[in-house]
Nanobody
Framework: QVQLVESGGGLVQPGGSLRLSCAAS????????MGWYRQAPGKQRELVAT???????DYADSVKGRFTISSDNAKNTVYLQMNSLKPEDTAFYYC???????????????WGQGTQVTVSS
C-alpha cells in the first residue's frame, strides 16, 4: 500500500500564493507520475498539474503561467506552487500518484485525502 499525505492548504487573498506538498510513502518501487487534481463544490474533479518521473509536466489551461509543479524524487514528494491565486481556484486539492510497488510494468493509482484551498478577500 501507498499513502499520500498533503499539506499546505489554507485561506489566502486573491493575488496571493500558496505551496502545496504531497509526500508518498509505503510500498514504493518507483513512481510513474505524481500530480494534483482539484474539486470545487458542485463540480467534477479536474486535473491541475502532473509530472512524470522523467520531469515532463502537464497543466490545466486555467493555471498555466500561475502554478508550477515540481518534485523531490529522493523524498517521493511533489509540490504545487500556486501564485496569483483567484477566487475560482478555490477547491479541495487532491494529490495523485501512479506507483509501481514491484519491479514490473504494473502500476496502481493512489489518492491523498485532500487539502482545502480557499481564495477570498
Amino acid at each position: 500500500q501507498v499513502q499520500l499525505v498533503e499539506s499546505g492548504g489554507g485561506l489566502v487573498q486573491p493575488g496571493g500564493s500558496l505551496r502545496l506538498s504531497c509526500a508518498a510513502s509505503g510500498s514504493i518501487f518507483s513512481i510513474v507520475t505524481m500530480g494534483w487534481y482539484r474539486q470545487a463544490p458542485g463540480k467534477q474533479r479536474e486535473l491541475v498539474a502532473t509530472m512524470t518521473s522523467g520531469g515532463t509536466t502537464d497543466y490545466a489551461d486555467s493555471v498555466k503561467g500561475r502554478f508550477t509543479i515540481s518534485s523531490d524524487n529522493a523524498k517521493n514528494t511533489v509540490y504545487l506552487q500556486m501564485n496569483s491565486l483567484k477566487p475560482e481556484d478555490t477547491a479541495f486539492y487532491y494529490c495523485n500518484a501512479a506507483v509501481r510497488s514491484t519491479p514490473s510494468i504494473k502500476w496502481s493509482t493512489y489518492w491523498g485525502q485532500g487539502t482545502q484551498v480557499t481564495v477570498s478577500s
